[in-house]
């Protein structure tokens, strides 16, 4: 079974701040997914990285998927309120695995 | 709004009843998801289907099983229903069938099992 830990669970941060989190596996993963997901709603998708040493960047965060393709880390420069949530990252062994695994997430608050 | 619709929204039930969960995919999306989420599991994959045929089985309990319509809805039949049945669960779908692609997720039926 491939399990992705994510660290740290729980993250409180100014505004302003910037922060790291991180998803590690001793699985290799053809592809990751990070998604975040609000009180009340289903995760979204943020980003899929599927080559190893891939950087993507989306405004403020940039997500990085490591070069053994097991691990990823998000960061976020000058956090911001609406950053509030839970990532939540997912991996896909690909290869005829049809289903995502995913990590039991990092809740974020950002406090203005 | 991702396209992707779930009922209901809140559901409250006894212990050894039976519910039904139900998920309309994006238009367009052959492919449904489901996946169960509480607090000390994460979000955990229950089965797929693709275009109306069963395609993958993550951790689905014996007690729970799911079904896709020829218009492409899915529902999902929870049974003998107990208190750690209380969790999220959310549909998702994706225009194909791998399951590594972007899917979307609808926004969740919340079950109490008292």
């Known amino acids: 079974t491939q399990l992705l830990e994510q660290s740290p669970q729980f993250l409180s941060i100014q505004e302003g701040e910037n922060l790291t989190v991180y998803c590690n596996s001793s699985s290799v993963f053809s592809s990751l997914q990070w998604y975040r997901q609000e009180p009340g709603e289903g995760p979204v998708l943020l980003v899929t990285?599927?080559?190893?040493?891939e950087v993507k960047k989306l405004k403020r965060l940039t997500f990085q998927f490591g070069d053994a393709r097991k691990d990823s880390s998000l960061h976020i420069t000058a956090a911001q309120p609406g950053d509030t949530g839970l990532y939540l990252c997912?991996?896909?062994?690909?290869?005829?695995?049809?289903?995502?695994?995913f990590g039991k997430g990092t809740k974020l608050s950002v406090i203005p | 709004d991702s396209g992707v619709t779930q009922t209901p929204k809140h559901l409250i039930t006894a212990t050894g009843q039976r519910v039904t969960l139900r998920c309309s995919p994006r238009s367009g999306d052959l492919s449904v998801y489901w996946y169960q989420q509480s607090l000390d599991q994460g979000l955990q994959f229950l089965i797929q289907y693709y275009n109306g045929e069963e395609r993958a089985k993550g951790n689905i309990l014996e007690r729970f099983s799911a079904q896709q319509f020829p218009d492409l809805h899915s529902e999902l039949n929870l049974s003998s229903l107990e208190l750690g049945d209380s969790a999220l669960y959310f549909c998702a779908s994706s225009v194909g069938g791998n399951g590594g692609e972007t899917q979307y997720f609808g926004p969740g039926t919340r079950l109490l099992v008292l």
């Open positions: 990285v599927v080559t190893g040493g």
């Open positions: 997912a991996g896909s062994s690909g290869a005829g695995s049809y289903q995502l695994t």
